[in-house]
């Protein structure tokens, strides 16, 4: 018999809490990622007041360094830890596939100076449109199209860029290459990038809207990702016919692999929490596991190093934290986590390599403390070991330490 009957897991992009002890082997901007600490930078630089997080036991876990990110609760609500990455990476997709129990040993491809021509000669061929050459390297999705949106009014060209991750991103503008064709191209370019010496984790469709000067990115953004390598939680999880629900961009970081129940995509972290919100009160979903990615952290202010807004959005989302809580049953677990850091005060604009933080809340919980500090996948472990199903590659369950 499963200790909770639901286990609600919500995956705040990029909020890292330190350096991991391997930062240094990171770089960002050819500087190491050895000194990168997202929410310790935030609270130092700009303030930090996230007080239901806090009672739950945010302010609870051990640093290694004098960074505070919010004071410690005497008596904490839940249980808290910070987790430790193994896989070889620090973007998207290894942070979450290891959450479900893989361990990435190959990371996957990026294009620090651009794609190679012969990719980009295919997608012209395909989709009988040019490609912006000079946008063709590392760049920000949002000075990209400032930069070259005005000329993609005006040409039809496509704009191709990569971040520090690997990714290949197509930015359109909806009036000029409809939404049908931009995720057509993309589709092509996922079909083309699937085996070394360009491997990439996904594939995203950025399109966009408005006037020079005034552009604006829309929802109607698309991610394409390879299946995981090997079963995950999630798939194990189906396997067994246990609900598994995806809030976010949780089923295109997954390529659908194990979702049974796709909730959609997020507007935004608000609309995310809404539609968790709504998930939560579905009336058929009794047993089983949701999965939600709130993204706006990373996408929006960590990787436009934008710490007052970084700050702001953790603010939100602490303020609706007691509604997320408010809709638990007595035998659910919510379980708040990251899958990378994106240090908004730090060099360049990519990912940062740090610990993530875990807090676990129940209704039904007597006790709280600090977990064992332990690794990303010890969170499916543990949902697997609730629902009584076998772990993926690694992890270890904290289960019975949650009383």
Known sequence: ???????????????????????????????????????????????????NMAKIGLGNIERETALKTVPAEANPSGYYTKLEEVSLGKD??????????????EPFDTFWNGFPEEILTKIEEFSGRKVIREANKPYSGTAVIDDFGPRQMETGELIIYTSA?????????????????LYRICEYARSITLERPSLLGRIIARPYVGEPGNFTRTANRRDLAVSP?????????????????????ISDIFNGAGVNHDMGHN????HGIDTLLTTMG?????????????????????????????????HEFDERLPELIAAMREDDLLMITADHGNDPTYAGTDHTRE?????????????????PIGHFADISATIADNFGVDKAMIGESFLDKLV
């Open 267 to 270: 507007k935004s972290n608000s």
């Open 355 to 371: 610990y993530i933080p875990l807090l676990a809340y129940s209704p039904s919980l007597k006790g709280n403390g600090h977990l």
């Open 165 to 181: 991750d690997p990714v290949l991103q197509i930015a359109a503008h909806e009036d000029i290459i409809p939404l049908d064709e």
């Open 229 to 249: 390598f090997a079963p995950t939680v999630l798939d194990k999880l189906n396997e067994a016919g246990i609900d598994t629900y995806s809030v976010g961009k």
């Open 1 to 51: 018999m499963s200790k909770f009957k639901r286990i609600h897991l919500v995956v705040l992009d990029s909020v890292g809490i330190g350096a991991a002890p391997d930062a240094n082997n990171f770089v960002n901007a050819g500087v190491p990622d050895g000194a990168s600490d997202t929410l310790g930078h935030i609270s130092k630089s700009v303030g930090l007041n996230v007080p």
């Open 92 to 105: 998207t997709m290894t942070g979450h596939w290891e959450i479900m129990g893989l361990n990435i040993t």
């Open 282 to 314: 579905l009336a058929e979903f009794e047993k089983g596991f949701s999965f939600t990615n709130l993204v706006d952290f990373d996408a929006l202010y960590g990787h436009r190093r934008d710490p007052h807004g970084y700050r702001d959005c953790l």
